[in-house]
């Protein structure tokens, strides 16, 4: 993998809760990775599952209401 020395430093600003190192990282995501983890073993009736589609497809059409044309993440 190339790594621009740059962009890092360039977007250092925004990204406050990068690890400096690969052990800080995948330390910092470890609340992120529980949840996750915790969420695939989640059982769910087919009821939940569909209410969970219909509000990812909400999600998607607001987000995509707030880009201009051409721009939109999903179509």
Request: hydrophobic content about 30%; overall charge negative; cysteine-free.
């Amino acid at each position: 993998m190339i790594r621009n020395k740059n962009t890092s430093a360039h977007f250092k600003f925004s990204l406050k809760h990068r690890g400096k190192t690969v052990e800080e990282q995948i330390q910092l995501n470890q609340p992120a990775m529980e949840w996750l983890q915790e969420s695939f073993e989640e059982e769910i009736t087919e009821e939940e599952a569909k209410n969970r589609q219909e509000d990812l497809e909400i999600f998607k059409q607001t987000v995509d209401s707030f880009r201009s044309q051409g721009h939109k993440l999903y179509h």
